[in-house]
């Protein structure tokens, strides 16, 4: 069972990285527009909004990918459980044993990852400060994923290879 596990997780790592490439390259691109604002959004050219619209849908996928696939797994290697558990046990429980930064950061971007799911146009100001609010706490994730995918990469014997979050 454990092997399985591993699987998952290394396969999770890589979807990881995948999408943190493609972040970072957005992120990038649009360092110019930020602080984002009404004028800088209407503004926006259309390849502009593509990249913009990556560098959300990227978060959304990679957020889903570490909270549907990689903290489950990690949990279950962890403590050799695989039962159903509350997701906010899990967190707390992965951040008393050094896994996660902070449970509560991972809730506040899974907050702003819902919000950009639920986006209003009639409501740009929510949008812009979503954007904005990603864009400068970018560091603060990365942070939270960097020791997320450490512990993992020593539980599944990948410790010697690069950081998923580094390599390109």
Not at 137 to 162: C, H, P, Q, R, V
Request: proline letters at 4%; charged letters at 25%; hydrophobic letters at 40%.
């Amino acid at each position: 069972m454990d092997e399985i596990v591993k699987l998952k997780c290394a396969s999770a790592l890589a979807e990881c990285k995948k999408h943190i490439h493609r972040i970072d390259t957005a992120r990038k691109f649009l360092e110019p527009l930020f602080p984002l604002t009404e004028g800088r959004l209407n503004a926006l050219s259309d390849e502009q909004t593509a990249v913009l619209d990556q560098f959300l849908y990227r978060f959304a996928k990679l957020q889903d990918c570490i909270g549907l696939r990689l903290i489950p797994a990690v949990y279950s290697l962890l403590e050799n459980d695989t039962s159903a558990h509350p997701f906010i046990d899990i967190l707390n429980r992965l951040e008393k044993l050094g896994v996660l930064t902070s449970a509560a950061d991972w809730q506040y971007f899974r907050l702003l990852r819902n919000n950009f799911a639920h986006e209003y146009p009639e409501r740009p100001d929510d949008i812009i400060n979503g954007v904005n609010a990603l864009y400068t706490s970018w560091d603060k994730f990365t942070a939270l994923y960097s020791k997320l995918a450490a512990t993992t990469e020593k539980l599944i014997g990948m410790e010697n290879l690069e950081c998923p979050l580094h390599s390109k």
